[in-house]
């Protein structure tokens, strides 16, 4: 099945629909979301994304990163890619939105108006291993040293979404 993005404007205005890989080579601007999760001790849910992703396979990102559907919200498809690759529902609140664009390699760009979630999670994860490889929570200070010491295990995206994720708390 083919999986569509909305591309849109920086002002968010709904400029059409692109298939994602398509969207993703000719580096253009469409929406986006991702999930930052925390357990209790405050420590940051990484996933590891599925050996069989077309980009990024095999590298640390956050909880969840996706593409609204038309029709979508952003808070409906972060739920919803919540529920389809980790298995679980969380009571998820914006916090804030901005533009980015990202070599991830092999000819493709991730060009995002990314609008940034954060929730807390405890339970057990359901994760479909087509997506997700293993989930792993870890503290913001080992986290940035793992960064720091080993970039290329992390998604391009995720290092600069973290960046700004710091600049606002």
């Known amino acids: 099945?083919?999986?569509?993005?909305?591309l849109v404007t920086p002002e968010d205005e709904v400029l059409g629909l692109m298939e994602k890989q398509q969207a993703h080579i000719n580096g253009l601007l469409h929406r986006?979301?991702?999930?930052?999760?925390?357990?209790?001790?405050?420590?940051?849910?990484?996933?590891?994304?599925?050996?069989?992703?077309?980009?990024?396979?095999?590298q640390w990102t956050n909880a969840v990163c996706s593409h609204p559907r038309e029709g979508e919200t952003y808070?409906?498809?972060?739920?919803?890619?919540?529920?389809?690759?980790?298995?679980?529902?969380?009571d998820l609140s914006e916090k804030f939105n901005f533009i980015y664009k990202a070599d991830v390699g092999k000819g493709l760009w991730e060009h995002e108006?990314?609008?940034?979630?954060?929730g807390n999670h405890e339970d057990e994860f359901?994760?479909?291993k087509d997506e997700v490889k293993e989930v792993r929570y870890i503290s913001m200070a080992d986290l940035d040293t793992e960064i720091m010491n080993s970039p290329?295990?992390?998604t391009e995206w995720f290092?600069?979404?973290?960046?700004?994720?710091?600049?606002h708390f």
């Open 1 to 6: 099945m083919e999986e569509f993005v909305v």
């Open 75 to 90: 808070l409906e498809g972060a739920n919803r890619r919540l529920k389809e690759e980790l298995g679980i529902e969380a």
């Open 126 to 128: 359901q994760l479909n």
């Open 113 to 118: 108006l990314d609008y940034v979630f954060i």
């Open 159 to 167: 290092k600069i979404i973290l960046e700004e994720y710091k600049h």
């Open 152 to 154: 290329e295990n992390f």
């Open 32 to 58: 986006a979301f991702s999930v930052f999760l925390f357990n209790s001790k405050g420590e940051m849910l990484l996933q590891k994304r599925a050996s069989g992703k077309y980009h990024s396979p095999n």
